[in-house]
Each structure stands twice: as C-alpha cells, then as structure tokens.
C-alpha cells in the first residue's frame, strides 16, 4: 500500500526504511502559507474514503482540546479534495521530500512540470473562481427584468 503524507513541519515517520515504510513518501511544502489543509483519503478494496477535519495530530493538540475530523460523501466536494491533493503531491517548486535519514531534498520541476508551487496554483485556481462567479453574478444581475 501506498503511503503519501504531506506534513507541515515535524515528522518522526522516516519514509524508504526497508521492512518498515519503503512504501511511505513524506512530502513538505513551504510557501507563503503557513496552514496547510487536513485532507485524509483512504482507498480500500476500490472504495474510496475522504475525511476533513481540525485534527493536527501532534500531542500537545490532543490532550486538552477536541479535535474533529468528519466524512466528506458529495461526490463534487470529494472531487475538489481530489484535485487538492493532486496539486500538492505534484508540486516540484515549493515541496521537499523527506528522505531515509530524515533529511529533506526540495522537488525541482522538470520539463513539461508547472512551475509553479501548489499554494500559488490553488491561489490561481480561487481567484479565476471567484472572477467567474462574478462575472456569473453581474450577468443574472443585467438580464433580471427592472422596475421602474
């Protein structure tokens, strides 16, 4: 089975130890966002799981306050979860990977990659949104009938 985690900062799991997490690849992006999302998908026998949730899973998050993590079942938000992840596993500009030593190697991207980093093509993506809802929005706005 394959294991991608995309943390933010500490991670104590060494990926590529033979016997151990040769099939885990831990990936850390830096850019100009702190936060990153709590996305958890899981693929079982076909089946595909996506979770969100609030849930940083470092100890001194889970002794003294409630963490939630929820399902997420509408097909078009589990597809926008998808395309997230897709965007930061396939990041060569802002991500390093984590090797078997613990150290970190930054992607580089290749030819034919984008150049750019994950949080600026979400960034990219959100703004070309949210100029089409409103250019949506001012065209309802034109051809609803006017009282006069």
């Given at each position: ?17 033979r016997g151990v997490s040769e099939n885990v690849r831990v990936i850390s992006i830096v850019g ?117």
């Amino acid at each position: 089975v394959q294991v991608d985690l995309i943390v933010r900062d500490t991670c104590r799991l060494r990926p590529g130890v033979r016997g151990v997490s040769e099939n885990v690849r831990v990936i850390s992006i830096v850019g100009r966002f702190l936060e990153h999302a709590r996305i958890f998908y899981f693929r079982n026998a076909g089946e595909e799981e996506y979770f969100i949730g609030s849930a940083d899973c470092m100890r001194r998050n889970l002794e003294r306050r409630v963490e939630v993590v929820a399902p997420v079942e509408t097909p078009a938000l589990r597809k926008e979860l998808r395309m997230y992840l897709d965007v930061q596993l396939n990041d060569r500009r802002s991500a390093w990977e984590m090797q078997s030593d613990g150290s970190y190697v930054q992607r580089r991207p290749g030819e034919g990659d984008d150049p750019r980093g994950s949080q600026e093509i979400l960034i990219d993506l959100t703004a070309a949104r949210v100029q089409e809802r409103r250019r949506a929005r001012r065209k309802k706005a034109l051809a609803a009938p006017r009282e006069f």
